[in-house]
């Protein structure tokens, strides 16, 4: 079944799929997109996004097939082609803002901030979030769609347009890069991480 089946549903088809298939998943989309993004509003924008190709594509979606799987790779496939989109776009910068802050009588002190370290300090004491924000996007992905998604990895290679030895190989990867992030911290906590390495 190589070409995408294309059937004709009714409005009242599309809504029912769409409230029915679709919108219990909104939760799950969101978690993946923002931890694709790092940014509550671009992983809304990104989920609103989704949902908004689902529903102008529903006739390729097959009811009774496997929702989630189809939503992630529209979410996935949509993120990639942002990602590319801004990569190739000059950094953008409001000269009036920076001339406003710089001009106001608030101000103590000639620095600029990190507005992500600031949006992010609280949270910081998490040192697995932290670990796996870190990983490169291709390996924080499969960790995220096979350990906190809970995808096979068919599903996996179907979300991500890869073969499976490909998820399985890349996941073998996140999972000893993680595993290396994580060690001092295992240790830390009371954790024997050598007895692992003698095995």
């Known amino acids: 079944m190589s ?9 009242e088809e599309k809504n029912t799929i769409f409230d029915g298939e679709f919108m219990p998943h909104i939760d799950s989309m969101y978690n993946f997109a923002y931890r694709l993004t790092f ?7 990104l989920v609103q996004d989704t949902y908004l190709k689902a529903y102008r594509f529903v006739n390729s979606f097959e009811q009774g097939t ?59 004491g998490d040192e697995i979030s932290n670990a796996l924000n870190s990983l490169a996007v291709d390996f924080r992905t499969v960790i995220i769609l096979c350990d906190l998604e809970g995808f096979t990895y068919e599903e996996m290679a179907k979300i991500l347009d890869i073969p499976i030895g490909t998820v399985r190989s890349r996941l073998h990867r996140a999972r000893n890069l993680l595993k290396e992030k994580l060690k001092g911290y295992a240790q830390n906590m009371g954790y024997d991480t050598d007895e692992e390495e003698a095995i």
């Open 3 to 11: 070409e995408v089946q294309r059937r004709k549903y009714s409005q």
């Open 39 to 45: 940014d509550e509003d671009d992983a809304k924008d």
């Open 66 to 124: 496997n929702a989630k799987a189809w939503l992630f790779r529209i979410l996935k496939n949509s993120f990639i082609n942002e990602y590319r989109k801004k990569s190739k776009q000059p950094a953008k910068v409001d000269y009036q803002e920076v001339e406003t802050y710089y001009n106001s009588d608030d101000v103590q002190y000639q620095s600029t901030s990190d507005l992500r370290a600031e949006s992010v300090k609280d949270m910081l």
